[in-house]
């Protein structure tokens, strides 16, 4: 995973790259629409990444995704945007061999110089976006319990103080 992130100078050069995909993740279209970076597409961290009960989307519901997105097995997808780790999370727990992540904020787009584009037009559908493999990277409800207690694992909790306090729950509202 050397080149797990990428920073404006490398999504700028690889802009008009076929083999290249850019998936800004956010909660809402509204940032998307208002300006992008180009040849982006938009998915929704609650409705795209997300099933009914909050749980990951499974591997067919991803796949669909992702061939709708334009991204093939040979695809290097980028992703950016407030749910960005969590699209490279799933990409890689299910295989897809070449994902990558902006390093930092989006808004670094427009602060490097860069403009951002409205065009929402569809990429053409891709095939067989996601290899195989990956599987080590996902852990069930009952993984993580027999994992507690085992001084040979460490479960890591990213969650915010407030969060893990029950304060507040992500996302919020």
């Known amino acids: 995973m050397a080149d ?5 100078a490398w999504i700028a050069a690889h802009l008009d790259d076929p083999t290249v995909r850019i998936v800004e993740i956010d909660v809402s279209r509204a940032a998307f629409e208002a300006g992008h970076i180009p040849g982006a597409v938009l ?3 609650y409705t795209d990444l997300r099933d009914a009960a909050y749980q990951p989307v499974d591997r067919a519901t991803l796949d669909d995704l992702v061939a709708r ?3 093939g097995a040979d695809t290097t ?7 960005a780790a969590l699209g490279f999370w799933l990409l890689n727990a299910h295989g897809h061999d070449d994902v990558r ?3 930092g904020a989006r808004d670094q787009w ?6 951002w584009s409205t065009d929402t037009g569809a990429p053409a559908p891709g095939a067989d976006g996601l290899g195989a493999g990956g599987e080590e990277l996902l852990a069930t409800r009952a993984h993580v319990e027999s ?3 085992d001084n040979s694992t460490l ?8 969060e893990y306090s029950g304060e507040r729950f992500w996302p919020s509202g």
């Open 4 to 8: 797990a992130t990428v920073d404006v």
């Open 43 to 45: 998915w929704n961290a």
């Open 69 to 71: 997105s334009g991204i």
């Open 77 to 83: 997808v980028v992703v950016y945007g407030h749910g």
């Open 101 to 103: 992540m902006l390093e």
């Open 110 to 115: 427009v602060e490097a110089g860069q403009s």
């Open 147 to 149: 994992a507690i207690g």
């Open 155 to 162: 479960i890591l909790d990213v969650r915010s103080d407030l």
